[in-house]
């Protein structure tokens, strides 16, 4: 039994790819956050933000708590 620390997967909702990356933001970012910050699809190129789980434009970040 390895249910321990199961996660809910996380999909691109543009897509519904699971070829996701959870994005940080560097500490020199102004919408730095100690965790993960956007979701970015690495088939359509889509990011989400994390709490307004809003798609992101180029360029746009997603501020810390949305
Ligand atoms: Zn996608």
């Known amino acids: 039994m390895a249910s321990e620390n199961v996660q809910k997967k996380e999909k691109c909702k543009k897509c519904g790819s699971e070829n996701i990356i959870m994005v940080e933001y560097s500490h020199d970012s102004p919408e730095y956050y100690d965790g993960v910050s956007e979701i970015q699809c ?5 990011r989400f933000g994390r709490w307004s789980e809003r798609e992101l434009k180029e360029g746009e970040v997603e501020k810390r708590f949305g």
């Open 42 to 46: 690495k088939d359509c190129g889509a």
